[in-house]
């Protein structure tokens, strides 16, 4: 996610933060290239130049070269101008006054619109909201069946046209459908083309009249740079939009979109989509993305993600047992399993701050099939060589190996490291009841 831009900013910040002075001309430097990677980046070239401006004039406001710390201060700067360029606060769907919230999703061809349709309901299904899917993309081979599908993996009911229907009149029904239902929610998944043309337009123009939709969302594509800005821009002319989805954010886009949809259409976004899972979309925090951006992390959305898959009780029980070393490699395998269901584990450990950083200039990426191998070893154990890793001897780290499809060796250096994490936490343990101890100090001896 806006991994070259990431880099390239983060490396000029970087050389700002590690000098102790700074002059005006450093500064002026810095913002020069700052300049370069956003429209490197695909930024629009005014929204770039007026970026720069403003943090030329915050800086100079606070006089930043003649600071204890004015490479941290450019920083923060930055990332306060980055937030406002991505919209200040974050936007989410309020419900309807009056249910059904109705929700259009428009949008070209290719950008994933039937997809988003799938994972923005279950995104509000999981947090109590009753949603219905409308299939009206009716223009696309196979759209139909493919929001059928979707919406069966996501557990949501969809709508989908009877003979001789249109798409005004299946959005039409499903709305009935969701009144019958008392479903609170209506997503219409409606037409795509390869651009923005007069049948397009006159079908979105016809929905909206029929469903009175509460959000009309465009569904962007974030690695289609400027062109996607501009075929925003040729949406909004002609149907008002109340918000953005960036889909693909996971890719290798630049970032361009992202920074430029908001200055451009002066419409928040309100979701971005970080892969090809169901569940791979996130609510857009523009402070949070600008973080991530600048290679800061971003804990509270890595807290959401581990608070959907452990529950307090869980929590509050590992940590007794990591206390007093008493967890098994079948806490393990649960551990493992939860935070690989927080998506791609490279996208995870993003979310760290400070850990992109340590990353940058090391090749290759994060393997997540070293951990399906440590799942797969694990499971072939039997349930009391997991709960008593000291039993495996020799022969049942062949069966082992053989059952899991790896090496004794690597069946070994899993045991090793378990091992050695144990013996870790007993000494932290150990060392933690004397401080205990040292901290009862008679009255006598306290200051």
């Not at 008392?182 to 997503?187: C, F, H, R, V, Y």
Request: hydrophobic share 45%; charged share 25%; net charge positive.
């Amino acid at each position: 996610m806006f991994e070259q831009l990431q880099t390239r900013l983060g490396g000029v910040l970087n050389r700002l933060r590690g000098r102790g002075a700074l002059s005006e001309a450093d500064v002026d430097q810095a913002l020069r290239e700052i300049r370069l990677v956003l429209l490197e980046a695909d930024v629009n070239v005014k929204i770039a130049r007026d970026f720069v401006a403003r943090v030329r004039e915050a800086a100079v406001g606070q006089e930043v070269w003649k600071s204890l710390t004015p490479g941290q201060q450019v920083v923060q700067i930055v990332h306060t101008e980055l937030v406002r360029l991505l919209g200040e606060t974050h936007h989410a769907l309020v419900p309807a006054p009056q249910p059904p919230t109705v929700i259009l999703l428009a949008g070209l061809h290719g950008t994933g619109k039937t997809t988003t349709a799938g994972k923005l309901a279950l995104h509000l299904k999981k947090r109590g909201r009753e949603p219905v899917l409308a299939a009206a993309d009716l223009s696309r081979p196979a759209a139909v069946r493919q929001l059928e599908i979707v919406g069966e993996r996501a557990g949501v009911p969809v709508v989908t046209p009877a003979p001789g229907e249109d798409a005004v009149a299946v959005a039409r029904r499903a709305l009935a459908v969701c009144r019958d239902r008392a479903a609170d929610t209506l997503i219409v998944d409606s037409a795509g083309r390869l651009h923005v043309d007069d049948d397009l337009v006159a079908e979105l123009v016809r929905i909206r009249e029929a469903t009175a939709p509460h959000y009309t969302l465009l569904v962007l594509d974030a690695m289609a740079g400027q062109d996607a800005v501009r075929m925003a821009e040729g949406f909004h002319r002609a149907v008002p939009l109340d918000g953005v989805i960036l889909t693909k954010l996971d890719g290798d886009a630049r970032g361009g979109a992202a920074l430029s949809v908001v200055a451009t259409l002066g419409v928040p976004i309100l979701y971005v989509g970080t892969g090809e899972r169901l569940d791979a979309l996130e609510p857009f925090h523009p402070d949070r993305m600008a973080s991530r951006i600048l290679g800061m992390g971003d804990v509270m959305t890595l807290i959401e993600k581990a608070q959907e898959q452990v529950t307090v009780d869980e929590a509050r029980e590992m940590e007794r047992k990591l206390r007093r070393a008493e967890f098994t490699l079948e806490d393990f395998t649960k551990q493992l399993r939860q935070v690989r269901a927080m998506g791609p584990i490279d996208q995870v450990l993003a979310m760290i701050p400070g850990f992109s950083a340590r990353r940058a200039g090391q090749p290759g990426e994060i393997d997540e099939r070293a951990l399906g191998r440590i799942e797969a070893m694990i499971n072939s154990m039997t349930p009391a060589e997991r709960r008593h890793p000291d039993v495996i001897d020799g022969s049942r780290r062949r069966r082992i190996a053989r059952g899991s499809g790896t090496s004794v060796q690597e069946v070994n250096r899993l045991l090793r490291q378990f091992a050695d994490a144990k013996k870790m936490l007993r000494q932290i343990e150990s060392m933690g009841r004397r401080a205990g101890k040292l901290g009862k100090l008679p009255t006598s001896l306290e200051p």
